[in-house]
């Protein structure tokens, strides 16, 4: 029986002496523009394998009508196969989905990512400034006591050798052709583009390459050219069945994608943004996907805004993914990997999942905004102990939902910020009892919301649903 909620709006230490800091401060003016490149190897696997798993998500026919949450994917054993269901959060949002106060919100969000972004450049850029510095002094002074300095890697960007293409060339396949093999391809401001999908329904593969690395996501875009995409017919048209057309793919070794905004544009059907596959260690930073098109909560009509598919170790820095006015299915998904980590997020009006988790263990999210979405951060067959610190709730119908039918764990909110809701100041979560035809391995007591260091889970959780 489906019941329907509540209706309501939802590294090495440098030493430099002051006259080199201060030439620094010079360089780094012009350097903020170049940023330093990374790359690694990558084994070329089939890019249009078929994925083991999507996941699933509330579906959505239309923000204005009644949502219905019935769970979840079918396996590839066991194609189409699924039972039970879910409750259903109506959604009392105007028919655009964004209403002003909480556009303003996301508006203010994006300006805040970008400013961190803005200084997370600066900082990298003046850091290898004061290298170039360094060398310059130790080479053109015999002797003058050897300064070795290099740049220290951030977190989501170790250090890889990279190469450049020549000034002025904007088609990203020709640019990728001439790409030497593990090395991460840098590119400068402007927008590059391609056209259509390749037979390996990929729009640019990154393959064996170490990966892509603009000036920034406010400065750097990556787009198919509108209408020239000749894979309709590539798009299943069964229910379960995954849609494998992708903007762009890396697969493989430990990739490095950073400083770009990947857009979708109109090609009269479905496709997913970009996946990170079968990598280990991979790191994305700085990487913004608006628009990509999706109408459903299950395939192929779920598409992704990000797919981290069967990967370790990944870790995602500032990323957002915009699916305004309600284009897109989920924004951030993981299917089967392990060990996945997310430091700055904002994934917002979607039709379905701000994020979605499938069947992944290890998962830890710091800093993450999830608004405007049916559900916020979507979690089933997720496993292990689940971290999230200091997010950010605000318009979604739902902000948790928790299920598994394999093995169970326990999911910590600490510190989080949300809004007044249909349900008043609290949080909404659902752990529905029964998930796929059997006893949900998760319950109410599974979940934890800590705030100052106090359990206060009783005071701000409102269990929604047949949770």
Known sequence: MTIVSEVGPRAATERTSPWLLQRANFVAVAAVAVLGAVTTGAVVLPANAEETHTTPSPRSSSVASTVDLTPSRASAARPGADAGTRPAIASTRE?????????SAAAQERSRG????????????????????????????????PTRSSPVPTASAPDRP??????????????????????????GAGAYGFSDFSGSLIGVDLGASGGLRGAGSSSTTVAM????SSKAGAVPTADWTTNQLYLMSVTGASPVLSGFTLRGTVQG????????????????????VQG?????DIPPGETFGINDWRTNGSVYTNIEVDGSGRLGASGFATNSS????????????????????????????????????????NFERTTGTITVNRPVFGGNNQDVFLASDQGG???????????STYSGHKINIQVPKTYRGTANRYGRGSVKVIIGGVDRTAEVVHWVGNS
């Open 292 to 296: 990509i098109p999706g109408n459903k």
């Open 338 to 377: 392990t060990n996945v980590t997310v430091r700055g997020g904002n994934f917002h009006d979607m039709r379905a999942n701000g994020t979605a988790f499938w069947q992944t263990s290890g998962v830890t999210l710091n800093d993450v905004t999830v608004r405007n979405n049916v559900t916020g951060l």
């Open 114 to 145: 970008a400013a961190r972004r803005a200084l997370h450049a600066a900082t990298t850029a003046a850091t290898a400034a004061a290298s170039a510095s360094a060398a310059a002094s130790a080479s053109a002074s015999a002797s003058a006591s």
């Open 95 to 103: 028919a655009d989905g964004t209403p002003t106060a909480r556009v």
């Open 162 to 187: 990279s190469w450049s293409p020549g000034a002025g060339l904007r088609d990203l396949r020709a640019i990728l052709a001439d790409a030497p093999a593990d090395r991460t391809t840098t590119v």
């Open 225 to 228: 050219a509108a209408r020239t």
């Open 409 to 419: 764990g326990t999911l910590v909110i600490t510190d989080p910020e949300f809004g």
């Open 269 to 288: 059907h479905l496709y997913n943004g970009v996946r990170i596959g079968q990598a280990t260690n991979a790191r994305v930073d700085d990487v913004t």
